[in-house]
Nanobody, 122 residues
Framework: QLQASGGGSVQAGGSLRLSCAAS????????MGWFRQAPGKEREFVSA???????LFADSVKGRFTISRDKAKNTVHLQMNSLKPEDTAVYYC??????????????????WGRGTQVTVSS
């Protein structure tokens, strides 16, 4: 089971740190991804970290977001800096074992957590 947390409301330029905690299984053998869904839009890829530590980011968040995993705490973090109003969405974490080249494809993820709302005001 995956549980996302850390969402909230911030002003543009602010920061938030999302966490995705796993229970019932170790995430060390999984690649972990973050996706987001804004009202009326499809769920889109944000970032992913492979089981080996390689990272991937959507162009829209490159240079602003970082992703990391804490194996000891069985948790993945998404640090979001320089937030923009267009980052407003429900953020979801997910787990997969597909190869790196598929990490941006939401259809390839096996397990999903419940989302956490991020609201960025201008």
């Amino acid at each position: 089971q995956l549980q996302a947390s850390g969402g909230g409301s911030v002003q543009a330029g602010g920061s938030l740190r999302l966490s995705c905690a796993a229970s019932g299984r170790s995430i060390s053998e999984y690649s972990m991804g973050w996706f987001r869904q804004a009202p009326g839009k499809e769920r889109e890829f944000v970032s992913a970290v492979s089981w080996s530590g390689s990272t991937l980011f959507a162009d829209s968040v490159k240079g602003r977001f970082t992703i990391s995993r804490d194996k000891a705490k069985n948790t993945v973090h998404l640090q979001m800096n320089s937030l923009k109003p267009e980052d407003t969405a429900v953020y979801y974490c997910a787990a997969t074992k597909v190869v790196f080249s598929y990490l941006a494809n939401k259809e390839k993820y096996y397990y999903w957590g419940r989302g956490t709302q991020v609201t960025v005001s201008s």
